[in-house]
């Protein structure tokens, strides 16, 4: 049984940082790509970013680009999500996305508040 399991999500002031991360566990033979996406309360799921099996390649959202960061331990089985300079629309349940043994996952998600 493969599981994807977030953690670090919480509440922060505008301007302040958070790191999200994602573990993996179970029968893994394989992990290729590892991402991140988030849905706002009322809104579709939405593309944040991702990294490749090596760590060598990352794709962001234009809109996130300058401010989050991600990197992944392979040894850990583990992605991260460093995000800086969070605004109140980065409020969000952040969800992240695996493809592990040839399938897609996906993990329960952690919610990110943003707010004063």
Do not use: H
């Not at 944040?48 to 991600?70: E, L, P, Q």
């Not at 996952?105 to 990110?112: A, E, I, L, N, S």
């Amino acid at each position: 049984q493969v599981q994807l399991v977030e953690s670090g999500g919480g509440l922060v002031q505008p301007g302040g940082s958070l790191r999200l991360s994602c573990a993996a566990s179970g029968t893994i033979l394989s992990i290729g790509t590892m991402g991140w996406f988030r849905q706002p309360a009322g809104k579709e799921r939405e593309f944040v970013g991702d990294i490749n099996w090596s760590g060598s390649s990352t794709n962001y959202a234009d809109s996130m680009k300058s401010r989050f960061t991600i990197s992944r331990d392979n040894a850990k089985k583990t992605v991260y999500l460093q995000m800086n300079s969070l605004k109140p629309e980065d409020t969000a349940v952040y969800y992240c996305n695996s493809r592990i043994n040839g399938r897609g996952y996906w993990g329960q998600g952690t919610q990110v508040t943003v707010s004063s």
